[in-house]
């Protein structure tokens, strides 16, 4: 089982990015990305169930980032509009085979199966 994100990089503040997360091995009930920025905790970004597409987005990314999922890669992506300075960070999508209630998909330690994180970076 794998997940891999894609998709980081450089942009100015105001752009667009959007994050791929694929998933191999086998199919995820709920996938979340999680995000870290330099000498701060991870923090939930957004979560999304397979089952029936219900998501969950954090407050600060409101009306700017939306979680879809991607059957094409049999995982998820995060579409990153009126991207801001403080978005900087590497960020991970993350998988498990629970289908997660509201409360429980925000918690890093449901999530069973993590990819190896993609850089964003937001210039002022």
């Known amino acids: 089982v794998q997940l891999q994100a894609s998709g980081g990089g450089l942009v100015q503040a105001g752009g667009s990015l959007r994050l791929s997360c694929t998933a191999s091995?086998?199919?995820?009930?709920?996938v979340g990305w999680f995000r870290q920025a330099s000498g701060k905790e991870r923090e939930f970004v957004a979560a999304?169930?397979?089952?029936?597409?219900?998501?969950l987005h954090t407050d600060s990314v409101k009306g700017r980032f939306t979680i879809s999922i991607d059957n094409a890669k049999n995982g998820a992506l995060l579409t990153m509009n009126s991207l801001k300075p403080e978005d900087t960070a590497v960020y991970y999508c993350?998988?498990?085979?629970?289908?997660?209630?509201?409360?429980?998909?925000?918690?890093?330690?449901?999530?069973?199966?993590w990819g190896q994180g993609t850089e964003v970076t937001v210039s002022s």
């Open positions: 999304i169930r397979r089952a029936d597409r219900n998501t």
């Open positions: 993350a998988a498990t085979r629970k289908t997660l209630i509201k409360s429980a998909q925000a918690m890093s330690a449901q999530y069973e199966y």
């Open positions: 091995g086998r199919t995820f009930s709920t």
